[in-house]
Every structure is written in structure tokens, then in C-alpha cells.
């Protein structure tokens, strides 16, 4: 599907969610428009002495429930329409999962692959720079996303701390721990959607040996969903980067394949013992083909729109964890809906991220850190209790999950919009 129009195809799915959620229509035509934009340029001078100048964005989308929050992404494709889609998620997801956040996101428009590490951090300040007015601890907090990691929030955070004159760690979060980030904030997003299935798990009964998994995708929440599930006994039987992929029946030794990519940057189809990695038989598959393999649990985990109504009648998994934003287009979703395949959506599937980025944003806040066994309880108690409830809502009206997850938004953002007035209360007069 063309990228154009993804923000107006993100916000169709309000429409739907609307007539579940019992809110007052005004709160839905709020939603429908960001609430601030800006548009920056950054021009970084390069290793060899020439000038780039790059495109960079900041939506905020709705800020009703608290700051705006979400990460800024490093990426060719990054436009504006793509930032504000990826902006109104966000205010989805921290209300699905009730921490008290509006949504926003940020991208440069880059291939940070090209760049060297000295001109990627020149990039990272100089967005800052940019961005300062619009960002801040109580106002917006950014975090990590697709190519950006906790190195370069230290970056901004430290630029940012710099310009203000003032240390700032709540300013971003996915920092690097030394510095402010929180334990378990690295692996959060792939945990927070293992602990979804686990919840699925319970309901269906099914054991763990007996369930194949695709990972399409394996960066920072593709590896982590994998190597929980993996140890945990489920056969994670493919696995593709931006390269292509890997396919055996058997399923993979999904740590050793972390450490080669990892270590080479590629997916191999390899098996470690200690630093010796050895190849085991498998077949090559393109993501194209991941996508469509018989399996019982796909799990898109890079961009959106890679399921669309061209490929969506030959998906075959029954059960789609979407741990990347927005990997099913509204059209290719509709026809997985009709064809009763279950979509654990991405406002709930990978909320695991921001809900450890709260966390680390209170801990900054209190100057007072907690244990990694604290992190994963907060975020399992979190994850369970919000899988269950937008679990309860689809069971209970007969819909599907990603609707049933956005009435769950809906009610938690309208409520919130309400309680500030609302035409039915204004044109009431007295009181
Ligand atoms: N970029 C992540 C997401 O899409 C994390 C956002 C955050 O931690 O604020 O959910």
C-alpha cells in the first residue's frame, strides 16, 4: 500500500471502536486531529567535511491523560504522515494500558546505516537542539524506536540536560541504565507481548512444545519476544531481518541466532556452543514468504503495512501478535477479521515498552531505582490486567480484539475529555 494516507487509515479504526465505547463524540472528532506538530531541519557536518541536511518530525498527538509520549525513529521512510500515525497509536496504547500519558512520536528521515557513529551522534544533538522548546520531562518524552537505542538517548538527554542547564533525565527514557534508564526497559516490549500470550496460553490450554512461532522482524522486541518464548519451549521455527530470512520445522536455538545477528548484523541459521557457532540445516525464506507459513503464531515485529488486502487471504497463523505499530493495514485487517483469525493488536500487544518507559520516568522523578524483579512484576501485573480486560470487552460484545482494545482506549481517553465539559454540559447553562 502506498504510505500515503496512513494517518487517515490509523484513524478509521476510531470510527468502529466508537459505537462500543459509550463516549461523548466530541472526544472522538478531538482524537482525530494532533494536537502539535513541528517540523524540523538538521544540518550535520559530515566525517568528510560536506553538509547534510535532514528532515526530522515531532508529533504530539493528544495530551488529555498526561505528557505527550513516544519514540523517535531513525529511518529512510520516516515522513510526517507516518510520524503522526505511529503519534496517534501512542495515545491508544498508554490508555489501553492506563499509564497517565497522551501520545506523540518522532523520526528522522535517514538511513542511520550510512552514517558513522561520530555523524549519528552529531544528528542525535542537533534534533535536539531543534527540539528542546517542544520537548520536555513534563511536557513530552521521547524514547527509543526502529534504529535508535539507548546510546543515542543518552545523547539527547545529555544535549537536552546541556541547552536547559539543568540535569534532565525525565526528559527521554530507554536510556542507558548507568545514566538513568531503568532495568528492564531493554527487553520490555518483547516481554510485555510474551506476557500477553502467556495470558492466551492460559485461556486456550495449549503446551508451549506444541505451538510454532514466525518472528518476522528481529530487532530489539523480535529478539525478545523469540528468546522468551523459546525458553520457555515454544518452537520458534522462523525468524527474518531487513535481509531476508530463516526457516526449519524444527525450530531454532534462538540465542545463538541474537548472538550472530548480534555479532554480524545478519540472521544465520546458526547453533552456539559458548563463542562457536556452527550452521544448522534450514531453508532461506523471503519476509514476503515468513508471513504466509504455516504456523500457529505469527509475530510482525518491524514496520507497518507489511499485511495488506494483497497478502492477507494467504496468512495462514491463527493467532497474529502484533509487536510491531501498525503492521496490518485497516483493509488487510479486515479480511484476517472476517477470516476469524485472532490479532492481538499493537496497542496492547507491545505496550509493554512505554509501560517500562513510565516506569523509568517515575524512577527519575523519585531518584529512587528498582530492582529488575520489580520491573517485570509492575509490567506483568500491568500486561495481564489489561490483556484480560480488552479480552473481556471482545468476549463480552462480540468483537474482535483490536476493536475491543480501542473501545478500551476510547473509554479511558473520553472519560478524561468529559471531565473537562463536554456541549452536553456547556449547553446546559446551570449547575
Ligand atoms: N517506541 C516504542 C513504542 O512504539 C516505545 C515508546 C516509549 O517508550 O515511549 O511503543
Not at 561520530?118 to 542537533?126: Q, V, Y
Not at 531453508?283 to 507497518?304: G, R, S
Request: aromatic share 8%; glycine share 10%; charged share 25%.
Amino acid at each position: 500500500m502506498a504510505k500515503q494516507g496512513i494517518f487517515d487509515d490509523a484513524i478509521k479504526r476510531l470510527d468502529e471502536a466508537f459505537e462500543h465505547a459509550n463516549i461523548d463524540p466530541e472526544a472522538l472528532e478531538k482524537l482525530k486531529h494532533p494536537k502539535a506538530i513541528m517540523q524540523v531541519s538538521i544540518p550535520v557536518r559530515m566525517d568528510d567535511g560536506t553538509l547534510r541536511v535532514f528532515d526530522g518530525y515531532r508529533v504530539q498527538h493528544d495530551d488529555t491523560r498526561g505528557p505527550t509520549k513516544g519514540g523517535i525513529r531513525y529511518h529512510p521512510q520516516v515522513d510526517l504522515d507516518e510520524v503522526k500515525a505511529l503519534a496517534f497509536w501512542m495515545t491508544c496504547k498508554c490508555a489501553v494500558v492506563g499509564i497517565p500519558y497522551g501520545g506523540a512520536k518522532g523520526g528522522i528521515s535517514v538511513n542511520p546505516k550510512e552514517l558513522s557513529r561520530m555523524e549519528l551522534e552529531r544528528l542525535s544533538r542537533g534534533f535536539v537542539q531543534r527540539m528542546a522548546d517542544f520537548i520536555g520531562p513534563d511536557t513530552d518524552i521521547p524514547a527509543p524506536d526502529v534504529y535508535t537505542n539507548p546510546m543515542i538517548m543518552g545523547w539527547m538527554m545529555d544535549e537536552y540536560s546541556k541547552i536547559k542547564r539543568i540535569h534532565s533525565p525525565g526528559v527521554i527514557t530507554g536510556k542507558p541504565v548507568e545514566i538513568g534508564g531503568s532495568l528492564g526497559r531493554g527487553d520490555a516490549t518483547g516481554r510485555g507481548a510474551y506476557y500477553c500470550i502467556k495470558e492466551l496460553e492460559k485461556k486456550r490450554g495449549w503446551k508451549p512444545e506444541e505451538i510454532t512461532v514466525a518472528v518476522q522482524g528481529f530487532g530489539n522486541a523480535g529478539q525478545a519476544v523469540a528468546k522468551l518464548l523459546h525458553d520457555d519451549g515454544y518452537k520458534i521455527v522462523a525468524i527474518s531481518d531487513s535481509q531476508g530470512g530463516i526457516y526449519s520445522k524444527d525450530g531454532f536455538d534462538v540465542p545463538s541466532i541474537i548472538k550472530t545477528k548480534n555479532d554480524s548484523r545478519q540472521v544465520k541459521a546458526v547453533y552456539c556452543d559458548g563463542a562457536l557457532c556452527t550452521a544448522v540445516p534450514a531453508d532461506t525464506v523471503t519476509n514476503a514468504e515468513l508471513l504466509e507459513l504455516d504456523v500457529d503464531i505469527l509475530i510482525p515485529a518491524a514496520l507497518e503495512n507489511v499485511i495488506t488486502d494483497e497478502n492477507a487471504k494467504n496468512i495462514k497463523a491463527e493467532i497474529i501478535v502484533e509487536v510491531a505499530n501498525g503492521p496490518l493495514s485497516s483493509a488487510g485487517d479486515r479480511i484476517l477479521r472476517d477470516k476469524k483469525h485472532l490479532i492481538l493488536p499493537d496497542i496492547l500487544a507491545n505496550a509493554g515498552g512505554v509501560t517500562v518507559s513510565y516506569f523509568e520516568w517515575t524512577q527519575n522523578k523519585a531518584g529512587f531505582y528498582w530492582t529488575e524483579e520489580e520491573v517485570h512484576q509492575r509490567l506483568q501485573a500491568i500486561m495481564t490486567r489489561e490483556f484480560n480486560n480488552v479480552y473481556d470487552i471482545m468476549e463480552r460484545k462480540k468483537i474482535d480484539m483490536r476493536t475491543a482494545a480501542y473501545a478500551h482506549a476510547l473509554s479511558r481517553i473520553g472519560t478524561a475529555i468529559s471531565s473537562l465539559g463536554t456541549h452536553a454540559f456547556f449547553s446546559n447553562g446551570t449547575h
